[in-house]
């Protein structure tokens, strides 16, 4: 059916897209970022190809987590293993570097790097959602403002550094009996602010052997010393566990695509992540800005594979197995102190250092059925164990 609209209609409708216009303009003349530049500075202005993803934007959306959030209106490439469930160690690709991805983009919390030194994923339930204040994407190289690790880009998640009282909570339900639940409690008493944020998530997943939880608790105490001037202790706990299907089973089209390979039943990954961020903010003069940024977390993974698959073992006159359980436990700290430097018409500086320390262990074992398998096919079983250190 042809719609047919009066003149007076179109002048409404032409009023309202200036209206909304104007409006998006305005409120992107007031978006502050620092990823940028490491400065703050108004979005119109930064010199670089910078994406923000605002609270109003993630409290709209469907998303439940991160990497959702970063897909859907981030529009990044992102690639999940476990069928996708709640998208545990998920990797975001900038800049389509494959299998490499998760060694060219870096990810920061509060400016500060949250990379595992071994190449895993990101511990994304770590952070609970409603802990955000923004999100902000600086698309292509940025190794000379963050060095190691921004090949392909950076993302920059900034956690709510509000004052004002905040208590809300929010549930959502939804196929395979996934639930998700999210809590902020937020006070000021004088200059300190106390934040706490919680989530849960839980869900059966669409496959066989595909279910997967997480849980988060963020405590965040900010101390304002006058102006711009604060000082923060943030403490985080994380911990999630998700089932490993393996691949479909069949061609295309054929036989049912829920189930799990059998090696893979029983199979998974958990994850136990915890530590602290502290930060300093101080004008030092009109000029100069110091800033001293601290991390440190401990993170332990455990690896569950029980079963043995004949495809699992390898070729040539000695094949050996996977082990069927491998846990790996370690450490990261980073500091980084830097002194900003504004000259006005003359531009900016900042000269600083940064200082990263890591430590990791790895010890496996196999099962019974693993051993006989092993003995029957002449295959090779060592107990392995591991340590590395890096900085």
Request: glycine share 10%; net charge neutral.
């Amino acid at each position: 059916m042809k719609q047919q609209f009066s003149s007076k209609t179109l002048i409404a409708l032409l009023c309202g897209a200036v209206a909304t216009f104007n409006a998006a303009a305005q409120n992107s003349q007031s978006t502050v970022i620092v990823s940028g530049s490491r400065f703050e500075e108004n979005l119109n202005e930064v010199p670089a190809n910078v994406q923000v993803i605002t609270r109003e934007e993630i409290a709209e959306s469907t998303s439940t987590n991160i990497p959702d959030i970063l897909s859907q209106i981030g529009g990044l490439n992102i690639r999940s293993t476990a069928g996708g469930q709640l998208n545990l160690g998920a990797t975001v690709d900038m800049g389509g570097y494959g299998p490499t991805a998760k060694d060219t983009t870096l990810i920061l919390v509060d400016g500060q790097r949250i990379n595992p030194i071994d190449s895993s994923g990101i511990s994304w339930e770590s952070i609970p959602l409603d802990s955000i204040n923004r999100i902000e994407i600086l698309r292509g190289g940025a190794s000379v403002q963050y060095g190691n690790g921004a090949l392909g880009g950076v993302i920059n998640i900034i956690t709510n550094g509000g004052s004002k009282t905040l208590n809300q909570a929010s549930t959502s339900y939804g196929s395979f009996n996934t639930l998700v639940n999210n809590a902020i409690f937020r006070n000021t008493i004088d200059q300190t602010t106390v934040q706490l944020s919680a989530n849960t998530s839980n869900t059966n997943g669409w496959r066989q052997n595909s279910a997967a939880n997480a849980y988060s608790f963020d405590g965040k105490v900010t101390q304002s010393l006058g102006g711009k001037d604060n000082v923060y202790a943030d403490l985080f706990y994380s911990y999630s566990n998700q089932q490993m299907p393996g691949g479909t089973l069949g061609q295309v089209g054929q036989g049912n695509p829920q189930l799990a390979k059998f090696n893979n039943i029983g199979s998974g990954t958990t994850v136990d992540n915890s530590g602290i961020r502290m930060g300093l903010a101080k004008a030092l003069s009109d000029t100069f800005n110091l800033e001293v940024d601290s991390f440190y977390s401990a993170k332990t993974t455990f690896f569950t594979q029980p079963y043995y698959s004949t495809t699992a073992a390898g070729v040539g006159a000695f094949p050996t197995i996977s082990p069927s359980f491998t846990k790996y436990e370690g450490w990261q700290a980073n500091f980084s102190p830097r002194i900003k430097g504004d000259f006005g018409k003359f531009g900016t500086s900042i000269v600083g250092y940064e200082f990263n320390k890591a430590s990791q262990s790895s010890a496996a074992s196999y099962s019974s059925i693993m051993n006989q398998a092993a003995q029957a096919q002449g295959a090779v079983i060592n107990p392995i164990s591991s340590s590395a250190n890096a900085s």
